[in-house]
């Protein structure tokens, strides 16, 4: 297991909440610079394991390493995170959303900068914006954006400590179609150029397919119909897939989407929208 | 069209809003004709003019005894009162309310304290105030205070557990302390919703400050209704009521106005009254 130095390692790992198995015995190894998508039924536990990644949650039983050492116990600049909702900062603007790391790493006591080290810090972050297209938007406050400017923020943002590893927790899921497609370019870009991890939890199949280097497929292995909660989730498929944009694998999506719930692959906006777990 | 899709428009929706007020005061002014029809003497329900007299007597014409302008002098010793007992219950909503809000131990250990000071009633409290602190400005200032700020400490910590746990959790990630997570992240959020704390806890305050002041005191606003009652001075009373109200009123437009500009991100969605 250990010969090639992987970036993650999940060790038999197990969420239970108040006693109901959530996830049971995952294990995997994920090397350095995959761009992971996790796809699964909802409340199947993705969205726990993205969390227990970032350190937000913790394992009942089993471990995560991270470069060969424990996990941090609380989240970490080396692990960037981009939510579906609530990701930036609604009282700060654009331009301040990204230099707030900036500020919280040179002003210690305040976190804030101010004259000339506010305007230099500022001055930093004009390519970034033009990159994400949010020149025109920086003084703009979250809230007269739209859902992908917020998004291409919140991304940016992630970014901004230089995470070796990013996690994206349906990050698209409230977007138009179009939107997405756009979303998706941005990401992959900055995925060749960083170099960084990515774990994805989507509930878009397609998505999955398209973007990553490695689908997980999260589902419950046994079933008990009088107790449905008795079994937790665990990664049921774990299929290497060719460089992003090609999906000619052997395992097509639809087949996901049977295994997932058909519900999920027919009407993926509506269903994320619905179910936030 | 169904009326309650019927928008009165600017000028409507203003001349709409003043219809009660000028029934209250037409009202009044009828009944107060024709009880002085019968006793031009009546001193229950004075003429608006009387009243008018009354008050300039009190805002412009120096008392006989102490030669001060009483109006001037109530209003100033209310307000600094109001004001005193206000920001002290400020700041504690401040310290307090992030403390308990935001680090759990803290919650722990004031929470089900606060829950259960903050329901005794404060007027009970009222005379071990006057016995601990005397009659003096202490004691009612500490009246406010103790009306006002558990209250305003349990919706500040409210506030604090309100910030979506995806911004405390990205605060994290870019690598904030929990110091700089309360300057500029719990600070700002909570800020706005503190002014709407403080807007709310005047109401009580107001009650507990004329209250404080009709009990134990030589000047303010509550002090002068209360000592004018004795000889039935309705034309003294009513205008005081409303200046009262009115001073309220311009003090919650005030908060409301500064939350606007200071927090403009906040009112950027709908907004409230």
């Not at chain 1, 049921?236 to 719930?261: F, M, N």
């Not at chain 2, 019927?6 to 107060?32: D, N």
């Not at chain 2, 400005?137 to 746990?165: C, F, N, Y």
């Amino acid at each position: 297991m250990t010969t090639p130095p992987c970036k993650l390692s999940v060790k038999s790992v197990s969420k239970f909440y108040d006693g109901t198995p959530v996830l049971e015995r995952v294990d995997l190894d994920v090397e350095a610079g995959a761009f992971c998508t996790i796809v699964g039924a909802s409340g199947c536990g993705k969205s726990t394991f993205l969390r227990m990644l970032l350190s937000q949650e913790h394992p009942t039983r089993g471990s995560i390493q991270l470069d060969g050492n424990d996990l941090p116990e609380e989240p970490t600049p080396d692990r960037g995170i981009v939510f579906q909702k609530y990701s930036v900062f609604t009282h700060l603007t654009v331009a301040e959303n990204l230099i707030l790391a900036q500020e919280f790493q040179t002003s210690r006591l305040a976190g804030k900068l101010f004259g000339s080290r506010k305007q230099a810090a500022l001055s930093d972050i004009e390519d970034l914006l033009e990159r994400i297209g949010l020149s025109a938007a920086a003084d703009r406050y979250p809230a007269q954006l739209s859902g992908g400017m917020q998004q291409r923020l919140a991304i940016a943002q992630a970014l901004i400590k230089k995470p070796s590893i990013l996690l994206l927790d349906e990050p698209f899921g409230a977007l138009d179609p179009g939107i997405r497609l756009d979303m998706h370019e941005l990401l992959l870009n900055l995925w060749r150029e960083l170099g960084m991890t990515i774990f994805m939890v989507t509930h878009d199949i397609h998505e999955a397919f398209k973007l990553g280097t490695r689908l997980l497929v999260f589902d419950k292995i046994r079933h008990d119909p009088q107790a449905p909660e008795a079994f937790g989730a665990t990664i049921t498929y774990d299929l290497p897939l060719e460089a992003p944009e090609i999906s000619d694998t052997a395992v097509q999506p639809d087949d996901i989407a049977e295994t997932i719930g058909a519900g999920a692959y027919r009407n993926p906006v509506n269903n994320s929208q619905t179910n936030p777990s | 069209m169904r009326i309650i899709n019927r928008r009165p428009s600017r000028v409507t929706a203003l001349a709409l809003g003043m219809v009660p007020f000028v029934a209250t005061i037409v009202t009044y002014a009828i009944a107060s004709h024709y009880r002085r029809l019968e006793n031009p003497a009546d001193k229950l329900l004075p003429s608006i003019e009387r009243m008018g007299e009354a008050f300039w007597r009190m805002a412009a014409v120096p008392d006989r005894r102490s030669g001060d302008l009483l109006l001037w002098v109530d209003t100033f010793d209310s307000l600094w009162r109001l004001g005193t007992g206000m920001a002290v219950s400020t700041l504690l909503a401040l310290c307090l309310g992030i403390a308990i809000g935001f680090i759990p131990h803290v919650r722990s250990t004031l929470a089900p304290y606060l829950a259960t000071f903050s329901l005794i009633p404060p007027i009970t409290i009222l005379p071990i105030l006057f016995i601990t602190f005397g009659l003096g400005e202490v004691a009612k200032i500490a009246l406010i205070v103790i009306g006002t700020a558990p209250v305003m400490i349990r919706s500040t910590a409210q506030a604090v557990l309100d910030i979506p746990r995806e911004m405390i959790i990205k605060a994290e990630t870019l690598g904030a302390s929990v110091w700089q997570m309360i300057t500029r992240l719990v600070l700002p959020q909570v800020l706005p919703k503190l002014i709407t704390a403080l807007r709310l806890g005047l109401v009580p305050a107001w009650i507990f400050l004329i209250s404080a002041e009709a009990i134990a005191s030589t000047t303010g606003l509550g002090y002068r209704i209360f000592l004018v009652r004795r000889y039935l001075a309705m034309d003294v009373i009513l205008p005081y009521v409303v200046w009262i109200t009115l001073l309220a009123f311009l003090l919650d437009r005030l908060l409301l106005l500064i939350s606007r500009r200071a927090f403009r991100w906040h009112h950027l969605g709908s907004d409230a009254l």
